[in-house]
């Protein structure tokens, strides 16, 4: 079983959140950055994402990493330092390998993250 950090260089993460009307699990792939038990992930279509309306509405969520499961709880980021470092973190990781200047996505986007439980689901 790795830890969440050791599953940090992964390219993708898969957040499953529950449909707030239909209440059916929808999976994403998302880009994200890891730091202790917590993953951090910008929303480009900010609140109109629909994977953040599902998450306001329903945090509990399940997250894979490789071949990994984990339980969590949702957050908008609204704390000033884990915001500052969602958004370096991801830029960092991502700017390097990506065919476009990601600048103004790391500024503009809605920093979400999610708290993982220590063990992982299943």
């Known amino acids: 079983m790795a830890s969440v950090e050791q599953l940090g260089h992964e390219s993708f993460c898969y957040l499953t ?6 209440g059916d699990p929808h999976e994403i792939e998302i880009w994200f950055a890891a730091r202790d038990s917590t993953i951090y992930m910008l929303a480009g279509g900010g609140d109109s994402s ?3 309306k599902n998450l306001r509405a329903e945090p509990a969520v399940t997250v894979r990493i490789a071949t990994e ?3 969590g709880v949702a957050r908008i980021v609204d704390d000033q330092d884990d915001d500052a470092w969602a958004r370096s973190a991801l830029f960092a990781k991502y700017n390097g390998g990506y065919g476009g200047d990601l600048t103004e996505w790391s500024k503009r986007s809605l920093p979400v993250a999610v708290d993982l439980t220590t063990r992982p689901a299943r």
């Open 17 to 22: 959140t529950r449909g707030r009307v239909s």
């Open 50 to 52: 629909d994977w953040v």
């Open 69 to 71: 499961h984990f339980d």
